[in-house]
Nanobody
């Protein structure tokens, strides 16, 4: 059984920072690409940032220069450092991982999400 758990969300004032973490646990052989998505009320889910196994990253234009995605392969964790937060960053943030389990089955896994609210 594989599980992804996000943490680190909360309420922050505009201009503030938060660090989200995504921890993968269970019968994991290898984690490939990992991405953070977000979904605000009434809006479609959007890709925020992604990172490959080798560490290559990509970002939505709206977060470039403010957010940084990183990974710790030894700990099976991926983090999203969010700086200079804006009210429009308010959303539920989800971690999505393309991974291979110990039975060598490849699949996409998603966590339950963590709420980020940017408001004064």
């Amino acid at each position: 059984q594989v599980q992804l758990v996000e943490s680190g969300g909360g309420l922050v004032q505009p201009g503030g920072s938060l660090r989200l973490s995504c921890a993968a646990s269970g019968s994991i052989f290898r984690i490939n690409a990992v991405a953070w998505y977000r979904q605000a009320p009434g809006k479609q889910r959007e890709l925020v940032a992604g990172i490959t196994t080798g560490g290559s990253t990509n970002y939505a234009d709206s977060v470039k220069g403010r957010f940084t995605i990183s990974r710790d392969n030894a700990k099976n964790t991926v983090s999203l450092q969010m700086n200079t937060l804006k009210p429009e960053d308010t959303a539920v943030y989800y971690c999505n991982a393309d991974l291979i389990d110990i039975k060598l089955r490849r699949g996409d896994y998603r966590g339950q999400g963590t709420q980020v609210t940017v408001s004064s």
